[in-house]
């Protein structure tokens, strides 16, 4: 095993996953002084969703003015004010990656695959499968919905489970004639299957694209049959070529018979160009956030469906209440983790939970 770095032996914290959750907790805890290391499996990013809405308010009052000044001008400030209409996903990891590579208090190291994480009385740490090893006061995990370090925060109830269904993933141009007609998301009705649009808001406040999801409980057995989904785990999202065309050609007539203009024609062509991302839906429902020194954040602490539409405003809450907790305090990381799990732990539950009722009327699991 290669031996531990003393640079980064020194980090106050490490953090295990760098999308949108450990992005924004590694500014929020260094808008409070605080030093991490952010592990990233990935050498890029790994997209999670097409939309994101960013409530401004609660994403300014976890950074610093740095970041803040970093985030506003790659998003548009007025587009952040605006709150009703989503960002491109992309667009909300390049803003926060930005003002993540332009601080001085965070490192962020890619190829970084976590495989095992634990602690000793002193520290916590991180092992990646190439031997390396990082230590430090305390450890977050944003790993995501099959996180590895909730494996360790929660032995006994280590997996999210399916929720039953899919949601077919894309993004579409949207015909000028229909840009000034849109309003904020809207959810479609087919037979037992669901279309929700998310008109996209540009840096400059403009609607020209729009994100959409395809909730769809009609191909279970074809995820369990290729290994996507196995018992009542989700162990992979799907390469596009992994399911058959037959599949995509009826989901191309399924959408022209279902849906209205301008979506279908979108949705059409972004099927026929295989421009679109399967994503079988899990969820999670925390029992318990912490052990010592270890914590989990966003998806690796609460999965939930898509359709709550708060994923990433509920990670933002934990990077908040994470930094207010190990931020500027002299205490033991250990009892800055409890208020952080205190604090945070039944909203978690909540949300969820509003999830899982509209799961289980959707998909009849
Ligand atoms: C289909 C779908 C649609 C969604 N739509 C919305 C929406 O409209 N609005 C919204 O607010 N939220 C939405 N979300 C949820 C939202 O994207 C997340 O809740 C939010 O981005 C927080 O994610 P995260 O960073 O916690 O986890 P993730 O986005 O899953 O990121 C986890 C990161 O950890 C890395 N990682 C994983 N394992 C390891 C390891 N062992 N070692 C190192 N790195 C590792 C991954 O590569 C990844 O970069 C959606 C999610 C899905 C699945």
Excluded: C
Aim: proline share 4%.
């Amino acid at each position: 095993m290669a031996p531990v770095s003393e640079d980064v032996a020194r980090a106050a914290t490490v953090i295990v996953g760098g999308s949108l959750g450990g992005l924004s907790t590694a500014l929020a805890l260094a808008a409070r002084g605080r030093a991490s290391t952010v592990l990233e499996r990935t050498s890029g990013r790994t997209q999670r969703g097409v939309a994101i809405l960013v409530s401004g308010a609660s994403l300014s009052r976890a950074l610093g003015e740095r970041a803040r000044e970093i985030v506003g001008a790659s998003l548009g400030s007025a587009s952040m004010r605006q709150g009703t209409y989503p960002h491109a996903w992309w667009d909300v990891y390049s803003a926060l990656r930005a003002a993540a590579d332009a601080e001085p208090l965070i490192t962020i190291v890619e190829n970084a695959h976590v495989s095992e994480v634990g602690q000793t009385g002193e520290y916590a740490w991180a092992r990646t499968d190439d031997g390396r090893e990082w230590r430090a006061e305390a450890l977050l995990g944003a790993d995501g919905y099959r996180s590895i370090v909730r494996r360790y925060v929660d032995a006994a109830r280590p997996a999210a489970t399916y929720a039953g269904y899919v949601v077919w993933l894309g993004q579409s141009d949207l015909p000028g004639s229909f840009a000034d007609r849109v309003g904020g998301p809207d959810f479609f009705t087919g037979a037992n299957d669901m279309l929700a649009v998310y008109p996209l808001i540009e840096r400059d406040g403009s609607v020209t694209r729009y994100g959409w999801g395809w909730f769809d409980p009609n191909h279970t057995a074809l995820f369990r049959r290729i290994g996507a989904v196995d018992g009542s785990e989700v162990k992979y999202t799907p390469r596009v070529g992994a399911i058959p065309d037959d599949i995509y050609d009826a989901m191309i007539r399924r959408a022209g018979a279902q849906w209205d203009e301008p979506w279908r024609s979108g949705v059409v062509q972004a099927f026929r160009d295989r421009d679109v991302v399967a994503t079988p839906i899990t969820e999670y429902l925390p029992d318990r956030v912490v052990n010592d020194r270890i914590a989990v954040l966003g998806d690796a602490a609460h999965a939930q469906t898509p359709m709550t539409g708060a994923g990433f405003e509920e990670a933002v809450a934990d990077a908040a209440a994470l930094a207010e907790a190990l931020g500027g305090s002299e205490d033991d990381v250990r009892d800055a983790l409890e208020r952080y799990e205190f604090a945070r732990l039944s909203g978690m539950r909540a949300r969820v939970s509003v999830g899982q009722s509209f799961s289980r009327s959707f998909a009849g699991v």
